[in-house]
């Protein structure tokens, strides 16, 4: 006999001697003050009903019934103090005191066990309410698998690992569990996972606690294949949107290829057949066309080589202390050509400045946004590079006066393939990679980067770097 089941005897035979002794001391209170038989017999009944339910066993009832009679017969009934008995009307009432004293312990002490049974299943229903949605905002498979680990541990009490078909073992001790164990499938279907072990430590399993552990592992057979359909569909997914980039990539690639390609062929062709009859300013205006196209298509070989690493990736970052000036300065001489009558104004720091960075990298940034600047202004507009020092990082500052940004890509402007729907002042629109590349360089040292309004008219295009690297 185990030591819980000796302590629940013992409550409720304390229980049970406690009513007789109410019951028998309140019928001694009421028969002073003159309280027929018949009225203190119901507070023996009361008495009954109250053991009963308080120690939920009919057992109890019935014993505490004969007893109450017993202490009913020696006090009440003549000859008192003796358990005998004279009149045949103190038979009847005690038989049926007895029967009724019996009859309703015993209806009572179902309809308290019936009662924490209810609660007991509704307990239940309400922890597997509870594991069923506990797995739904878990993602990642490591995650689910520690979520069922842990609801084994708070609903049970009992210590678990998780043996995967694939032979990983989760495990959310620092020591592995040992002793005996029980072992319940992890299906996806038809299809065995794994194993759910939980270690009982020679306890016998009720049944709600196998009914909690079953849904566990139920659970985690569906949060798994959940986590498997997810992962599937996300590598279609990130298949697609490449294949959709490829696409892209190779069609806007042809498309702004095209218009360069065939203004340099053009010139080329009126240059060789009219070398003669060209006077020289005009073979100088087509060949400096020819090297403005030129360097329109080294960009753009440059910005679709660098995405290309961005996707891969595999853009590395050598950063080595470089003076701002110098950068910039480079920048400015690749684009001179471009400007064309536009008016670009450089403001630097009075003092040096050098800058941790990729100086080849900050470049093509500073490449990228004022050709831009230039794509979307006339001639005669006003351009400005403003280089500012600020704390611990350096700010830099592309502005134009064009038309400034359209709503409908402003929020997508850093994303890749984002261009003006409008026509450009020079006729190249581009692919739409510049500011993309942009963003991963600057991001990729430790920067970031925005645009904003140019009061009263165009963009400003800002960008930070650290200075300490």
């Known amino acids: 006999m185990s030591s819980n089941y000796k302590k629940n005897t013992l409550g409720s035979a304390a229980k049970t001697l406690i009513m007789l002794v109410l019951a028998t001391g309140s019928s001694i209170a009421m028969s002073y003050l003159g309280v027929g038989k018949e009225s203190i017999i119901m507070v023996f009944l009361l008495g009954v009903l109250f053991s009963s339910v308080l120690t939920g066993s009919y057992f109890w009832g019935i014993l505490n019934s004969i007893l109450s009679l017993m202490a009913f017969n020696f006090l009440f009934t003549v000859p008192i103090y003796t358990f005998h008995i004279y009149s045949s009307n103190d038979i009847i009432l005690l038989m049926f005191f007895l029967i009724t004293a019996v009859v309703s312990g015993t209806v009572t002490s179902k309809l308290q066990q019936q009662i924490e049974i209810s609660l007991k299943n509704e307990n239940t229903a309400k922890i597997l309410h509870q594991i069923s949605s506990g797995f739904l905002p878990v993602s990642g498979q490591k995650s689910i698998m520690h979520q069922g680990i842990s609801f084994i541990k708070d609903y049970t009490g009992f210590d678990s690992i998780i043996e995967l078909e694939n032979k990983e073992i989760y495990n959310a001790y620092d020591v592995l ?215 611990d990082f350096l700010k830099i500052i592309v502005a134009d006066t064009g038309e400034g940004i359209a709503e409908n890509i402003k929020e997508n402007l850093f994303d890749k393939f984002v261009t003006l729907e409008r026509n450009v002042t020079d006729g190249k629109k581009g692919i739409g990679l510049g500011l993309a590349i942009c963003k991963a360089i600057v991001e990729a040292h430790g920067g970031e980067i925005f645009t904003e309004s140019n009061v009263p008219k165009g963009s400003r295009f800002i960008f930070t770097l650290p200075l300490e690297g």
Do not use: C
């Open 177 to 391: 569990p040992t002793g005996n164990h029980l072992s319940f499938e992890i299906k996806s279907g038809t299809v065995k996972l794994g194993n759910l072990l939980v270690y009982n430590k020679n306890q016998a399993f009720d049944e709600q606690i196998e009914l909690i552990i079953q849904a566990v592992s139920t659970q985690l057979g569906i949060a798994l294949d959940r986590e498997s359909l997810y992962i599937e569909r996300e590598k279609i997914r990130v298949a697609m949107e490449k294949e959709h980039l490829r696409s892209t990539l190779l069609r806007s690639v042809a498309h702004d290829l095209r218009s360069p390609l065939t203004a340099l062929s053009g010139a080329a062709n009126l240059l060789a057949d009219n070398y003669e009859t060209l006077t020289f300013d005009e073979r100088k205006t087509l060949v400096l066309g020819m090297s403005e196209e030129i360097t329109w298509l080294t960009g753009l070989v440059e910005n679709i080589l660098n995405m290309t690493r961005i996707n891969d990736s595999q853009l590395l970052i050598h950063k080595e202390f470089e003076v701002i000036d110098d950068v910039v300065s480079e920048a400015v001489s690749h684009i001179s050509r471009l400007l064309n009558d536009r008016n670009l104004i450089v403001e630097l720091p009075k003092q040096v400045i050098m800058v941790p960075v990729d100086g080849k990298l900050i470049v093509q940034v500073l490449i990228n946004l004022l050709e831009n600047a230039i794509r979307h202004t006339t001639s005669q507009s006003k351009i400005s590079l403003e280089i500012k020092e600020e704390r």
